[in-house]
């Protein structure tokens, strides 16, 4: 009954399936692994967030570049504070207000290549041994970007430290991209944007302290792109399961093509269906045998009963 399972169409079907359901399985796998791997990414920068300034600090040219491993260890670096920018439109607890970022001078390089000044030398060795100024990130202030609102940063040589973060881009949370802004105030923290409001090399990592000063609110860490719980993590999920019901529909699929055959058989086989070529359909009925032509005989017979013509 189930031979039709050798036929070449059969074969093909087999062929496929066998094929589409280990597929579908390590896709589903593939995409909860990653899933996985976000939730651990997820944990480590919860436990690194909580510990913050109790995490035994590095100097910053050890933790360079950034990667996504090291975005938000605790980094130090040592030199004197210059020029001072606000970042407006940045929200904090819910709250609508401003970044005071300040500009640290350091003494030697940090070992990040940095970006020089619109006018500085593109020779390749032009910036050998050039100091660097790190973005730090003192505090945050509700209400609108007010230089006097700010508070100066301490004089003299001083060493911060701060969760080390990589430079926003214009998808960061945030980000004013559109231009326009005042004199003394940047719509981004990269080195991209504040080479174009400073005359210094800056670096493109930047520090938000553990602490701030003057009555400043510290500034948490940012998760990295492309890492802990966000939409694309729970995408991940999403795709798991679609792959893991591809491989159900797969069997399921086999299984009923399979049943509709294997019944379409068994009727052949009790003679209730025809073997046509389709393999299917019910057999046609016998035809009912058809009324026999009356004979010689009987026309004679017919003829003898009938009623003579009267006169």
Known sequence: M???????????VNILAALAIPVCLVMG???MGRFETRVETHQEQQEQKDRGDATAARPMGELLPVTQETTGDAASVTGRYGPQLLVPDRTLDGETGFYVLTLLRTDAPVGDDGAGSDDSDDSDDSAAGTPTSVPVLRGWLPGEADP?????PPAGEVTVTGALQASEHQGSPGVHTE???PRGQVGMISAAALINVVDERVSTAWITLFEADG??????????????LDLKAFQNLGYTAQWFVFAGFVIFMWYRLFRREAEVARDMALGLTSPDPEGSGPAAPDPAPAAAEPGPEADDGE???????TA
């Not at 009555?215 to 802990?228: D, L």
């Not at 003829?303 to 013509?309: V, Y």
């Open 2 to 12: 189930y031979r039709f399972l050798l036929t070449p169409r059969w074969w093909v």
């Open 29 to 31: 796998s593939w995409q």
């Open 303 to 309: 003829r003898s009963r009938a009623p003579a013509p």
């Open 148 to 152: 006097a609102k700010a508070p100066e």
């Open 215 to 228: 009555g400043m609110r510290p500034v948490p860490a940012e998760v990295p792109q492309g890492s802990g």
């Open 179 to 181: 231009g326009g802004l």
